[in-house]
């Protein structure tokens, strides 16, 4: 009798191990878009969704994908709903016009409802200056590749 781990038979039926990753690489240029919106947004925030996909257990962000939104310097509003149907929101990245990349109660919320991976980027945005978390606020460590 061959005995299967439930867990594994639903990821094997609905595709849900494509959402496991155990690392996250972020590509250099993606790193120098980031740092080029948050400085040309200033004093505003500025907010993308990651572009990406996961193999071999890492997932790899490749790009940025712009949605219309409302910004300020207290926050962004994007209109998620624009993103296509078929797009995996893999997470976010945005902007604090200030000394902080820690996320405020917004934040946290917006995270656990969209996505897996986030990163707040602060004053003077350099890479030093960038915070990586996942949808419940704990710290994320990536690898710029």
């Known amino acids: 009798m061959v005995c299967m ?11 849900t ?15 120098e878009s980031i740092l080029y919106y948050a ?16 193999k071999n257990s890492i997932l790899h962000i490749t790009g940025l994908i712009f949605l219309p939104s409302e910004t300020s310097n207290e926050g962004v509003i994007v209109n998620t709903g624009m993103l296509p149907v078929m797009r995996t929101q893999w997470g976010s990245v945005h902007s604090h016009p200030g000394p ?23 004053q003077p945005y350099e890479v030093e200056n960038i915070l990586a978390y996942n949808r419940y606020g704990e710290f994320v460590e990536f690898k710029i590749v």
Not at 5 to 15: P, R
């Open 100 to 122: 902080s990349a820690m996320p405020s109660d917004a934040d946290l919320f917006s995270f656990s409802k969209n996505g897996l991976f986030h990163m707040i980027i602060c």
């Open 5 to 15: 781990d439930f867990g594994k038979l639903f990821s094997k039926i609905f595709g």
């Open 39 to 54: 400085k040309s947004s200033d004093p505003n925030e500025f907010m993308a969704i990651f572009e990406g996909e996961v």
């Open 17 to 31: 191990n494509k959402f496991k990753f155990d690392e996250v690489h972020i590509d250099q240029e993606v790193i």
